[in-house]
């Protein structure tokens, strides 16, 4: 995958996400990647992520990966949109308003999950994403996502 | 708190979940207990669940105590709908079919949080099903899952 992890880019006060900050050693770091299109996140959960049946993610995960993978396609969207690359500046950080998710099958652990995101709407603080995640080819949950931009010189909340 | 956590009585196999799972050792392993109206879960989330800024949640924290709870307040529920409890038998399983949160504001670290379940609308296989989450006396997200039913003598999710 080229360039940059959007992640890799957030401002350092705004890295220690718990899902996909590179600052959060006990986290899962997860990186997400923007083709100019959509976002891409690539990811293989640790096994105990499993859910009341063995062998099968829990939901919170799959959640999370949306939730999370949703604020770095808000983020990369947004950039783009004001005609920037992550090479030109740090990307503005998003948090979430309201997260829907549809559990449409189980989705396997010990398989690669791949996340895309795509941006439905972008007006000036706020971005609407649909994110998918599928396992082994198939999808196994789809999540919408309203995001709000944090003021860029904010630092906190 | 009286009596005895929902998931302490979940069947053996489905009782794995890294979020409310007994016997998931690494997992979060949060008690759910139902009163007869509503079901309540008391947790404090590890340091290291922080959000991008430090001291706050992380959206998918918010999102899988709501999920695992409100999974909780649909498997009493229902099971109290059938006219047993929880001295009777074990309560079915349920799994999410959707979900729905809205993030009020900023979840902080370091103190207790509170989830508060309520069934909606109680249906054969299908539990809809009400949560919200405070933490110092307020409510800092809510969240909404539709909840279905493992059949109880099925093994496979």
């Known amino acids: 995958m080229p360039g940059k992890a959007v992640q890799d880019c957030y401002p350092e006060e705004f890295a220690n996400c718990y899902g996909c900050g590179r600052l959060n050693r006990d986290g899962m ?3 997400s990647y923007w083709d100019g299109e959509e976002c891409v996140c ?14 099968f993610s829990y939901g919170g995960l799959i959640s999370s990966l949306i939730d999370c993978h949703g604020a770095a396609t808000a983020s ?11 090479d030109d500046r740090p990307p503005s950080r998003f948090v979430t308003a309201s ?15 791949t996340l895309k995101g795509k ?12 994110v998918t995640l599928s396992a082994d080819g198939e999808i ?18």
Chains 1, 2 share one sequence.
Not at 99 to 113: A, S
Not at 140 to 157: F, L, N, Q, R, Y
């Open 76 to 86: 990369a969207a947004k950039l783009q949109d004001e005609g920037f690359t992550l």
């Open 29 to 31: 770091q997860i990186k």
């Open 140 to 157: 196994c949950a789809k999540g919408e996502a309203v995001m709000v931009k944090i003021p860029d010189a904010e630092t906190s909340p």
């Open 119 to 130: 941006p439905l709407d972008i007006s000036n603080r706020k971005v609407i994403v649909a």
């Open 99 to 113: 997260l829907k998710v549809d559990y449409l099958k189980p989705t396997p652990l010990g398989t690669v999950l």
């Open 42 to 55: 690539r990811y293989t959960p640790k096994p105990y992520y499993t859910g009341g049946f063995p062998g």
